[in-house]
């Protein structure tokens, strides 16, 4: 309960604060493989803050194209949303964002390469690496793996707060649809058990990479 309430100040102080209280828009000058967060206004955000204890339910990478500042995003597929755009998207316009130095150009180019192989595939609503969909997170995780290096944490999703209402009207609102659960013709307490031992790397666990540097906020916290 006491984490639950924390949580629920922390999305409070989204909406009241005002500390950085300005829209984005005044941002330093962004790189090619920079990660981009946000709180979504998505029916699933709210789960996903309860679920991870942070504002950031969701995130891209930045991609620079001579100027032309694009958001590469597991939205209803991957695709490039222009970075405007997928700000006004999100809860107050509130964005964070992070730069790994072991980025040079060159290995940015090849993330952003291998993020591009990544097009079209359609958002996984079950947040899983088994199979061919792609979720928020799994974007930038998968890029920066394509390279060489590391990101976040992976862990199971029992090791994240889902002992709450939200999350489990989540997967409620989907097991059917799960082809790993389908398969195995299993029921929903199966399905949910099985859904719980799976593997996934969070929004918050990327922003916590101690390899991560951030440049820009204009959360209130």
């Not at 803050?49 to 194209?65: C, E, L, P, R």
């Not at 755009?85 to 180019?109: F, K």
């Not at 359609?122 to 690496?129: A, E, I, N, R």
């Not at 290096?149 to 649809?177: A, T």
Request: glycine share 6%.
């Amino acid at each position: 309960m006491k984490k639950l309430l924390a949580i629920a100040l922390l999305c409070a102080c989204i909406v009241t604060g005002t500390l950085y209280a300005s829209a984005g828009g005044d941002y330093p000058p962004l790189k090619d493989g920079d990660l981009i967060f946000q709180t979504s206004t998505s029916n699933q955000s709210g789960a996903i803050i309860f679920a991870t204890g942070s504002t950031y339910s969701h995130m891209g990478i930045v991609k620079n194209d001579h100027g032309a500042i694009t958001v590469i995003e597991a939205a209803a597929k991957v695709t490039e949303t222009p970075l405007k755009a997928w700000v006004n998207r999100g809860l107050l316009e509130r964005v964070a964002i992070y730069r790994d130095q072991r980025l040079t150009p060159d290995i940015a180019e090849r993330l952003l390469s291998y993020a591009r192989t990544l097009y079209g595939k359609p958002y996984d609503l079950f947040f899983s690496f088994n199979n061919d969909a792609i979720y928020c997170s799994e974007l930038p995780y998968l890029a920066y793996k394509a390279v060489g290096i590391e990101i976040g944490k992976v862990q199971k999703i029992s090791e994240l707060n889902i002992d709450n209402m939200l999350v489990r009207k989540l997967v409620q609102s989907r097991w059917q649809r799960d082809s790993e659960c389908t398969e195995r013709g299993f029921d929903f307490d199966q399905c949910y058990r099985y859904i719980l031992n799976q593997n996934l790397v969070t929004p918050v666990s990327i922003a916590n990479d101690p390899n991560l540097k951030m440049i820009y906020s204009n959360y209130p916290l």
